[in-house]
């Protein structure tokens, strides 16, 4: 039988402290006092630890690099994510390495093999639109870092998974249109391979099939998550298809909406009502005010730092999904005249 070979949550174990604890240690961080580093360093000699491929570059410091791909940091909800991740890695002495994936799968290629050469301590990685495959992950599950996917992910890749209940945010942006006396309400979709848009997308179908609605997929349109599509989707379907509401995946593509109803001269909410997602800072400030789904990024944000560090030094990683609650925020967009308006109350 093999030798059990010793690992950082070993001498955690051993010592009562936490695995990143000994991982900064063994790594020189000044953030852990002298007197701890010199204890931890005795004891992992004690019990014959010998660093893997990762661990050898401890002493470098680049252990305390976690590396974060996004899709856009100019995104609110991203840099909301970025901004929680930050108020916990930071204070416990790492730093966080930012990349940009554009929505495109090589450049989220480019960036792992980026984080790979700089010997990250782990991965937080929201995954771009044109990501279908996960090859490219086979390396960093390889080398054992820890990798935690948030928002766009999938259960291709083992371990630790955050994303919001978009479910219930779908679910709930469609029954609140209904309730408020809309009939054929459009849904201006994402990519539906990528999860959080196929889940707005069942919400909405759930919501119309328990109102009993029948579901008219000429009132779905795909990829349309921008300002232009909306804008452009929304003309189209009031010239071909009368429509009373829009559920939009994306504030950006109510946004669209808005304006160009406001162009025709159709009146919001009076004869369409519109609903987004994601609480953009622009929601409240869009004449009529945009009724969105609130995501909580930076409580997302501050569970997937947390996740991380628990995480640096495991040889066995959990695989589970951890949902972070969603909210509607009712505004003027989406009620109707005898609607009493209620601002960030939750649906």
Do not use: W
Not at 34 to 62: C, F, H, W
Not at 191 to 217: C, M, P, Q, T, W
């Amino acid at each position: 039988m093999a030798k059990h070979r010793i690992t950082i949550t070993d001498i955690a174990k051993e010592m009562g402290v936490t695995p990143s604890t000994v991982s900064r240690a063994l790594a020189g961080n000044e953030r852990v006092s002298l007197k701890t580093r010199e204890r931890v360093i005795a004891v992992a000699k004690d019990m014959g630890y010998q660093p893997n491929v990762l661990a050898s570059s401890l002493r470098s410091g680049r252990s305390d690099t976690i590396g974060m791909i996004v899709p856009r940091i100019n995104r609110h909800f991203f840099s909301n994510v970025i901004s929680g991740v930050e108020a916990i890695l930071n204070p416990a002495g790492f730093n966080l390495l930012i990349c940009q994936s554009h929505e495109r799968v090589e450049d989220e290629r480019k960036a792992i093999h980026s984080l790979l050469s700089n010997r990250v301590g782990g991965i937080i990685i929201s995954h771009s639109v044109e990501t279908k495959s996960f090859n490219h992950y086979n390396e960093v599950l390889a080398e054992d870092i820890p990798l935690v996917q948030f928002d766009r992910v999938t259960d291709e890749i083992g371990g630790p998974r955050i994303v919001n209940d978009n479910f219930l945010g779908g679910m709930r942006s469609t029954r609140h249109l209904i309730k408020n006396g809309c009939k054929r309400i459009a849904h201006f979709a994402g990519s539906l391979h990528v999860n959080v848009y196929k889940e707005r997308f069942d919400g909405y179908k759930y919501a119309l099939e328990k109102a009993g609605i029948v579901f008219d997929s000429s009132l779905v349109v795909d990829n349309c998550i921008l300002q232009d599509s909306g804008s452009q989707a929304v003309e189209i379907l009031l010239r071909s298809e009368k429509i009373d509401g829009v559920f939009a995946a994306s504030d950006f593509s109510a946004l669209g909406a808005i304006k160009k109803l406001k162009e025709m001269k159709v009146v919001i909410p009076g004869e369409v009502k519109v609903t987004g997602f994601a609480n953009e800072p622009f929601s409240d400030l869009v004449d009529p005010a945009l009724s969105s789904v609130e995501q909580n990024a930076f409580e997302m944000g501050t569970q997937i730092a947390r996740l991380i560090m628990e995480n640096i030094g495991k040889e066995s990683i959990p695989d589970e999904e951890i949902h972070v609650p969603v909210r509607l925020i009712v505004r003027e967009s989406s009620l109707s005249g005898n609607s009493e308006i209620r601002i960030k109350k939750d649906f």
